[in-house]
T-cell receptor
Framework: NAGVTQTPKFQVLKTGQSMTLQCAQD?????MSWYRQDPGMGLRLIHY???????DQGEVPNGYNVSRSTTEDFPLRLLSAAPSQTSVYFC???????????????FGSGTRLTVV | GESVGLHLPTLSVQEGDNSIINCAYS??????FIWYKQESGKGPQFIID?????DKRQGQRVTVLLNKTVKHLSLQIAATQPGDSAVYFC?????????????FGKGTLLTVNP
């Protein structure tokens, strides 16, 4: 059981380049999300998905696209990288939040992205 | 990892002491709260959660207290160990809006001195 797998772990991009951060989970979780983490800013939600074919914007969606064609995968695309997108990106998944129980997210180990 | 700790509130304790990490939340409609631990270079890990209809919940060496009157959450770690050194985040779920988003606090850096 691998949990949440993110690739790559590190990436350096030039301004204007595009790339896709990969996220896969093997827990059959309905809910998946992408966060970015910057010093002193905590975790900020970029996009999230409540199931295959359904996505929505979070707090800081500009410059990023997502899709959810399968339950397992939730890739994050940077369309035209900018230095302001230098950050650590985390993917997280969980069962549905509708109801009670342990709905703590399972996080991936992160992707450190530098845009120069 | 190491950059996460910059500009964060910090708490420094001696090994074996008890630690108390505090979190203020802003939304009175939040109905569910979670504490996470993030070690250097890793993703956040779930520690313990609590529903808004509870005041206290205990786990192994950890206790979460919820005071809804002042919108305050705390995490108590008993007999703190060097392996507890990490950044600790609280998160709240707002039942008034989308049920699928958590809002995270900025975190507190806990350093345990041997």
């Amino acid at each position: 059981n691998a949990g949440v797998t993110q690739t790559p772990k590190f990436q350096v991009l030039k301004t204007g380049q595009s790339m896709t951060l990969q996220c896969a989970q093997d827990m059959n979780h309905e809910y998946m999300s992408w966060y970015r983490q910057d010093p002193g800013m905590g975790l900020r939600l970029i996009h999230y998905s409540v199931g295959a074919g359904i996505t929505d914007q979070g707090e800081v969606p500009n410059g990023y696209n997502v899709s959810r064609s399968t339950t397992e995968d939730f890739p994050l695309r940077l369309l035209s990288a900018a230095p302001s997108q230098t950050s650590v990106y985390f993917c997280a998944s969980s069962y549905s939040f509708n109801g009670w129980g342990n709905y703590g997210y399972t996080f991936g180990s992160g992707t450190r992205l530098t845009v120069v | 990892g190491e950059s996460v700790g910059l500009h964060l509130p910090t708490l420094s304790v001696q090994e074996g002491d008890n630690s108390i990490i505090n979190c203020a939340y802003s939304n009175s409609a939040s109905d569910y709260f979670i504490w996470y631990k993030q070690e250097s270079g890793k993703g956040p890990q779930f520690i313990i959660d609590i529903r808004s209809n509870m005041d206290k919940r205990q786990g192994q060496r950890v206790t979460v207290l919820l005071n809804k009157t002042v919108k305050h959450l705390s995490l108590q770690i008993a007999a703190t160990q060097p392996g507890d050194s990490a950044v600790y985040f609280c998160a709240e779920r707002n039942s008034g809006g989308s049920n699928y988003k958590l809002t995270f606090g900025k975190g507190t850096l806990l350093t345990v001195n041997p």
